[in-house]
């Protein structure tokens, strides 16, 4: 069965770098593109980031380019999301969402979610 | 993209028909996606391209829309449906919604 499991959180000081991983399991890692999605506490779901399935392209929210980047290692089936410069307000769960696989219809993404990991800046 | 979901909160009570719209800023066509959320778990995928139910998903569940307008509809709520919920456009990068919260009346 598929599995994605968060970790990596933690409390990180503002402007420290925290680096969250994302193990995968159970389907062809290699040919799925990868997202993380972040909630704030009592707060809605935001969309961070996405790389896609061989690591070509990665898009980022407007709120995450250049402070957050996002990577995979598809030969340890494991996704990233290192956080520079972290402030107050990306505390949160962060998740590790399975995108679109390359060969498949697309639209069917979003189907597998990990039970996320908590983020928490502060000093 | 903007989403803007309608209402924020919903309060209503076991066998009632609800309905959650969620509007976008633009024309998503039909690139719309609703989630579950309960408290402390993952969201739930329960529809993808406007009207496509997530295969496990109870009948009730029904989506509808394209373009810039859409709905989620809960034929006959269950106590088990009491959660919140998003929608998602994924036209143009993604967004989600701001959420709606389906209380108890």
């Known amino acids: 069965q598929v599995q994605l499991v968060e970790s990596g959180g933690g409390v990180v000081q503002p402007g420290r770098t925290l680096r969250l991983s994302c193990a995968a399991s159970?389907?062809?890692?290699?040919?799925?593109?990868m997202h993380w999605v972040r909630q704030a506490p009592g707060k809605g779901l935001e969309w961070v980031a996405v790389i896609w399935f061989d690591g070509s392209k990665k898009y980022y929210a407007d709120s995450f380019q250049g402070r957050f980047t996002i990577s995979r290692d598809n030969s340890k089936n494991t996704l990233y999301l290192q956080m520079n410069s972290p402030r107050a307000e990306d505390t949160a769960v962060y998740y590790c969402v399975r995108g679109e696989e390359v060969y498949g219809d697309y639209g069917k993404g979003f189907d597998y979610w990990g039970q996320g990991t908590l983020v928490t800046v502060s000093s | 993209i903007q989403m803007t979901q309608s209402p924020s909160t919903l309060a209503a009570s076991v066998g009632d028909r609800v309905a959650i719209t969620c509007r976008a800023s633009q024309s998503i066509v039909g690139w719309l996606a609703w989630f579950q959320q309960k408290p402390g778990q993952p969201p739930r995928r329960l529809i993808y391209?406007?009207?496509n139910l997530e295969s496990g998903v109870p009948s009730r569940f029904s989506g509808s829309g394209s373009g810039t307008e859409f709905t989620l509809t809960i034929s006959s709520l269950e106590p088990d449906d009491f959660a919140t919920y998003y929608c998602?456009?994924?036209?143009?990068?993604?967004?989600f919604g701001q959420g709606t919260k389906v209380a108890i009346k």
């Open positions: 998602q456009q994924y036209n143009s990068l993604w967004t």
């Open positions: 391209k406007s009207s």
């Open positions: 159970g389907f062809r890692f290699n040919t799925y593109g």
